[in-house]
């Protein structure tokens, strides 16, 4: 995880650009994740299916990591 640009929104690594919440992943296409408005601290996930794969491979990974 970079030292910038990265937030963590509902325990989810993102890059927040213009509002709109990105994944958090080197060396891919950017897959979007849904909106976050920073005045309110609100975030509105919009999972599609690359989003949800996305979201779903993460959790797998963060529980592999998890169980040491």
Not at 1 to 12: L, N, Q, V
Not at 39 to 67: F, G, H, I, M, P
Request: zero cysteines.
């Amino acid at each position: 995880m970079p030292s910038h640009g990265a937030t963590i929104i509902d325990g989810i690594p993102v890059i927040v650009k213009d509002g709109v919440m990105f994944a958090f992943q080197s060396g891919s296409a950017t897959i979007r994740l849904g909106t976050y408005d920073s005045t309110t601290n609100k975030a509105v996930w919009d999972l599609n299916t690359d989003s949800a794969e996305w979201l779903a491979s993460y959790r797998q990974s963060l529980a592999s990591r998890s169980r040491k």
